[in-house]
């Protein structure tokens, strides 16, 4: 028994190491026969002594495993986005306000932007643990079982690894197996696929893994994220993780100047037709970690990375017809509905105008030719009309004065771009806008309860804002469209169990103007109730880190409408989250309100995250530069000079960690 063991084991590694070659180093020593029949021989012995079960066996890559549900998983440490520059002096100005931030020379590492579909890999001691969409950043999709079947991700690692970490990267389609896919696909009579972006994420969440086996994936790696990695800079971080056996493209370098970076653009924007993936860019990463953890992030992006995207695909079309959409907030968006043109890998069909000063900036009429692109490869935009194809008879676009949808007129405030309903409860979009953002991921996230359903409940008369939801039951939704007996539980359920859902979150979903997310976050943090917020002055509300006088006044004008605050009050009543819980509140403080701090250098009793996180625990602001207005620099080991300089020079107090820490006691 013991022989079978060693042979099964030995099989295994040798599999591995050919997989490894087959698909990471695209280097075969084997041909496809012959590793073919030595994977049926381990299959055969794993079926006949199935006490020898490995999770991380070869013969697993052929899928089989059905997910009827994704469950949704937390991110270890946040998926950030990443800013965009469309231009060179975009990259010169980043790296400007880089150079004020950091001390030192400055390297930089460039790597191809992969269109796929972003996913995080987490690995304990060298076996895949989990793999997780990227979703809204803070948590995903959970989809280990289809990841499993893509031969280049490792599932047992080589060499030295850290016992736990995460690595991020793109799931990918290459052209060849697109191609392929869709040849099969019309031999079959089938609609061919759009583009190899969106079929490589629409595989992640197949539910049968067996299907997602049959697709020619592969996953590129790029990001190594956790504690104790032992690397010290991003480029180092990408040999680390070949050297575990994940597949990192070859094409990163490490430029020591921006001109270095400016020569990496120029070769591929060019160079990147012969690619066998889709790329739409070059990522440059502020090469060394210790800077990087310096620089640190904005509430959406890394300010140590800087995505360059290459010039996007143009076309011409006619423009047959401006129709215009109501948002949830009354704001009209005029839409261009374009003669359908096919445009970096889809079909095109209307394009956003944005308002009335862009239409009459681009003096965009009915039946011009127009120049369509995609901003950012993703969103088309009219960027220019083709004056010499204009017809003699073309008339002036005329903007709309009522709405669309109630015949309101349309107001339109000073120093604002569009124009707006202003009827508040009485306009449908708005209603259904409104609930649909409550229920919305970020928000709410209640499962079961989608945007089509609400529109059907609003229509219905069941609902007319976000607190009738409370009051539904499995009697009233049932009757809907599409609704079986246990979709409906499954609503009525998530909608109930929204009510644990936090006071930050609660606040973001009720859709205060100009009240995003990290507002929601802040202004939660500030006033710590609902009852505090709705009573705060616009000069109060100033006060506060990040509050305009644009912030401030939509939020006084919500609490002013006595229906918003009849709704409150209904919110309330249903048991909602509407004050940070007496657990949170245990661990903040004011100790420290009103003093902005800069943290620089290396700590040894608690990590610079950690520190930053008590400052804004106890009521402090973290600011990235040290400028007369900040109160005190946390000074660890490795500060830089230039910082230390400044701040004598400002005489801004420079105090150490053990300083600091006693400053909370």
């Known amino acids: 028994m013991n022989n079978i063991k060693i042979k099964i084991e030995a099989l295994r590694t040798e599999l591995r190491e050919h997989n490894h070659n087959y698909y990471v180093l695209d280097n075969p020593i084997i041909s496809d026969y012959d590793f073919d029949i030595k994977l049926k021989e381990l299959q055969a012995l794993e079926e006949a002594h199935p006490e020898f079960h490995d999770a991380t066996s070869p013969t697993l890559r052929v899928g089989g495993e059905v997910t009827k549900n994704f469950n949704t998983v937390v991110h270890n440490q946040r998926m950030y986005s990443l800013d965009n520059s469309y231009s060179l002096e975009d990259l010169q100005d980043w790296e400007t306000r880089v150079k004020k931030m950091v001390d030192g020379d400055i390297s930089y590492t460039c790597e191809l932007k992969y269109d796929g579909a972003s996913i995080s890999l987490t690995y304990e001691n060298g076996n895949l643990l989990r793999a997780v969409t990227r979703g809204d950043g803070f948590q995903g999709d959970e989809v280990t079982a289809n990841i499993k079947t893509i031969k280049s991700v490792p599932l047992q690692l080589k060499g030295n690894y850290p016992p736990k970490f995460d690595i991020r990267g793109e799931i990918v389609l290459p052209f060849d197996g697109f191609i392929k896919m869709n040849e099969e696909r019309i031999a079959n009579d089938e609609e061919p696929y759009k583009n190899p972006r969106n079929t490589a994420s629409g595989s992640l969440k197949l539910q049968d893994s067996a299907e997602v086996a049959k697709r020619p994936l592969e996953c590129l790696l790029y990001n190594l994220t956790g504690e104790n990695l032992g690397v010290q800079n991003q480029f180092e971080s990408l040999e680390r993780a070949r050297q575990m056996g994940f597949k990192v493209p070859n094409e990163a370098k490490l430029c020591l100047s921006i001109d270095d970076v400016f020569q990496f653009i120029n070769h591929w924007d060019k160079a990147r037709h012969n690619l066998p993936y889709e790329t739409d860019g070059v990522v440059v990463k502020v090469n060394n970690l210790y800077q990087q953890d310096e620089l640190g992030y904005t509430a959406k992006a890394p300010r140590w990375a800087m995505a360059y995207k290459f010039k996007a695909e143009q076309v011409s079309t006619k423009l047959n017809e401006i129709t215009y959409q109501v948002g949830r907030t009354g704001a009209i968006t005029p839409v261009a509905n374009l003669e359908p043109v096919a445009l970096a890998g889809t079909i095109v069909k209307r394009a956003s105008l944005h308002n009335a000063d862009q239409i009459e900036k681009l003096d965009i009429r009915i039946n011009d030719d127009v120049f369509v692109e995609k901003g950012g490869e993703i969103i088309p935009k009219i960027i220019a009309v083709d004056l010499s194809k204009r017809p003699l008879n073309s ?158 006044e939509s939020v006084v004008a919500f609490f002013a409408s006595e229906e918003n605050r009849e709704t409150i009050q209904r919110l309330k009543a249903y048991g909602l989250q509407l004050e940070i819980s007496a657990e949170k509140l245990a661990n903040q403080t004011n100790t420290l309100e009103g003093k902005s701090f800069v943290v620089s250098g290396v700590f040894t009793q608690v990590s610079r995250t950690e520190l930053k996180k008590l400052i804004e625990d106890n009521g402090g602001k973290n600011v990235s530069s040290i400028s007369s207005k900040t109160d005190f620099v946390v000074a660890g080991d490795k500060m830089g000079p230039s910082k230390k300089e400044k701040a004598e020079k400002l005489n801004v107090p420079l105090i150490s960690e053990v300083q600091f820490l006693e400053m909370l006691q």
Not at 407 to 424: D, I, M, S, W
Not at 430 to 443: L, T
Not at 500 to 525: C, H, M, S, Y
């Open 395 to 552: 008339q002036p676009t005329q903007y709309i004065t009522a709405c669309p949808e109630c015949q309101t007129v349309l107001e339109r405030l000073e120093g604002e771009a569009k124009h707006f309903c202003p009827n508040y409860n009485g306009c449908n979009p708005q209603v259904i806008g409104r609930i649909q953002h409550y229920i919305s991921r970020k928000a709410m996230d209640i499962e079961g309860l989608g945007g089509e359903t609400v529109a059907l409940l609003v229509n219905e008369n069941l609902i007319t804002n976000y607190a009738d939801l409370y009051t539904l039951t499995k009697e009233q939704v049932l009757p809907l469209e599409r609704m079986a007996e246990k979709s409906a539980e499954n609503l009525v359920n998530g909608i109930e169990a929204s009510k644990q859902i936090p006071f930050d979150r609660v606040l973001f979903g009720i859709g205060i103007r100009f009240v995003g997310e990290t507002v929601a976050k802040k202004l939660a943090k500030h006033y710590k109730s609902i009852d505090a917020l709705a009573s705060a002055s616009i000069e109060n509300l100033e006060k506060v880190d990040e509050i305009g006088i644009r912030i401030a």
